[in-house]
């Protein structure tokens, strides 16, 4: 039976309370919602793992950006159906708070609100088909418990670490360059981790340089900065470096309150200038003693500053062989600290070589006007960079992505203790046990259950898809596979055979799976359960303040 249609009256209430409502009434409302769901699904399916299509978009002013991130595009696309909307915004604060799963969160809604709409038009309430989705949602997420493998002590396991960042870096990049990109980014998470504590990716500096090729960007295990000297006498490469971190102005400073200074001669006049030029040589000094004290033959002695350095400090500076950087940013000081060792210096007063880092080599690159410095060989890193290289703007935006994604991934590896079978094993699994959990419900909700149970097929059904295999074909023999072999079995999706994602190193992140499973379904059911959407808020802004003028 057809659903109960609504009386005109009914559909007018807001209509007598507001005479300039817009009202879209309960089956439109639906069709709107499922429509909006379903065109953004249209949007990002095509993009969907390894074997993905690519989007580019392009700014009014001529900016061109390539990607198949789902956050990227939906961050930048202009989206202006308020239903369309709420879904991007959901899914881009799944990619903030786990650092992937937005394609598969868009998805899996989408399929949702397609499925409902189907028992929906057959009569089932939209209340119903919400408990079923509950109750599936909460069985499913019992099941992913019970499916992911648990990898205590992950941090110190290298090659299932890369597995995970490969997997995720396959999704956004070709795979040569993933692959490369690969060694960066667990070298970078197991340099920044220490057990027990939170990971701060903070102290990954991501530095870009416009030049050369995309493979040509690298890990290092140390700080490229984005300043050098400003002394042309200084040297460029130095080896054996003691570095010591400041943040001591060395230039001439206004002072705190208003003063003037009065002198009745010239001779008075030039007293002044001398002490006040006295008092910031003997800062210099102090560090120029230092530096004479630690530097033993061979060895080198590196000053960054986060005040200024004028250019008599630079020279003097300059003609003891000091190489120095002045305003360093203060996230590079910490950053410095942690990866050379030493710590950061407020006064010259008392200096002693405990303060001083150590680096086996920095130097300076200059690229057009801009320098960099390197300080690599550092011992007991806690802090490191990746170099990104390319040769314009929008490869070096896709590879900044990629990268913050490859670096969450591994984090949540190492956070959640462990990882999932990917290659749509899971959804293809969850099918499964879903069929069977059907058969507890009692009541209509099953009906729900089941919706649900097909929706999970999306991902395995689009990842063949976009791999250019018969979509029926694939689910039949990943399902077949795994209720055969009970393996956790998913879609190969160069040959379209069925794989083993262990033995391949295709992993997931649990809290990705968990994450998105969980705010699709919430929102699913939410958008189900309206069955008006009005335009009769407030008048804000500009047409108020044009009322009361009137």
């Not at 880092?357 to 490191?384: I, M, P, Q, R």
């Not at 999970?456 to 063949?464: E, G, S, T, Y």
């Amino acid at each position: 039976p057809a659903p109960t249609p609504r009386s005109p009256n009914q559909a007018s209430h807001a209509k007598t309370v507001n005479p300039d409502a817009e009202v879209i009434a309960r089956d439109q409302a639906l069709s709107l919602n499922v429509a909006a769901a379903n065109g953004l699904q249209m949007v990002l399916r095509t993009n969907l793992g390894p074997r993905g299509t690519l989007k580019m978009l392009v700014g009014g002013a001529g900016q061109i950006k390539i990607t198949k991130d789902g956050k990227i595009l939906l961050y930048e696309m202009q989206i202006q159906h308020p239903t369309a909307m709420l879904i991007a915004r959901t899914a881009t604060a799944q990619d903030e708070i786990t650092g992937d799963g937005t394609t598969s969160a868009i998805l899996f809604c989408g399929e949702l609100m397609k499925q409902a709409e189907r028992f929906y038009m057959e009569g089932l309430h939209p209340r119903v088909i919400a408990d079923g989705y509950d109750k599936a949602k909460e069985h499913v997420l019992k099941f992913l418990d019970e499916f992911k493998n648990p990898v205590p002590e992950c941090l110190s396991d290298r090659e299932l670490l890369s597995a995970v960042a490969r997997t995720s870096l396959r999704t956004k990049l070709q795979p040569e360059l993933a692959d490369m990109l690969t060694d960066a980014v667990v070298g970078a998470v197991q340099c920044v981790a220490e057990p027990h504590k939170p990971i701060d990716l903070h102290m990954v500096e991501i530095m870009t340089m416009q030049h050369k090729l995309q493979s040509d960007s690298k890990f290092v295990k140390g700080l490229v900065l984005d300043h050098g000297a400003r002394h042309p006498d200084m040297p460029t490469y130095l080896e054996n470096c003691h570095i010591c971190i400041c943040n001591v102005s060395m230039e001439y400073e206004k002072s705190e309150n208003a003063s003037g200074f009065l002198y009745s001669s010239a001779e008075e006049r030039q007293k002044m200038v001398e002490s006040e030029r006295k008092f910031t040589d003997t800062k210099v000094a102090a560090f120029i003693e230092l530096k004479r004290k630690v530097c033993k033959e061979g060895q080198s002695f590196v000053l960054i500053n986060q005040k200024g350095i004028d250019p008599l400090s630079l020279d003097m500076l300059a003609k003891e062989g000091i190489f120095a950087a002045r305003r360093a940013k203060r996230r590079n000081m910490e950053r410095l600290a942690l990866a050379c060792g030493g710590v950061s210096v407020n006064s010259e007063i008392d200096l002693s070589e405990d303060v001083l880092g150590w680096a086996g080599k920095v130097y300076e690159e200059t690229l057009g006007d801009d320098k960099f410095t390197f300080v690599e060989d550092v011992k007991n890193a806690k802090s490191c960079s990746i170099l990104i290289k390319g040769p314009n703007s929008h490869t070096i935006e896709q590879l900044k992505d990629a990268v913050r994604d490859g670096l969450m991934a591994v984090k949540n590896t190492v956070d959640d203790q462990a990882v999932v079978a990917g290659a749509g094993a899971f959804e293809s699994a969850a099918y499964l046990e879903l069929s069977k959990f059907k058969h507890t419900v009692s009541g209509k909700a099953k009906l729900g259950v089941e919706a649900f149970a097909n929706a999970m097929l999306i991902i395995p059904k689009v990842l063949a898809e976009n791999s250019g295999f018969d979509v029926q074909d694939s689910i039949i023999k990943v399902q077949e596979g795994q209720e055969q072999s009970g393996q956790k079995l998913g879609l190969d999706v160069v040959t379209g055979e069925t794989i083993l994602p262990e033995a391949e190193g295709i992993w997931d992140n649990y809290c990705v799976k968990r994450q998105s499973i969980h705010l699709a379904t919430v929102l699913a059911s939410q958008l189900l359960l309206v069955d008006e959407i009005m335009k009769a808020g407030k008048k804000m802004g500009k047409d108020i303040m044009k009322e009361n003028e009137d």
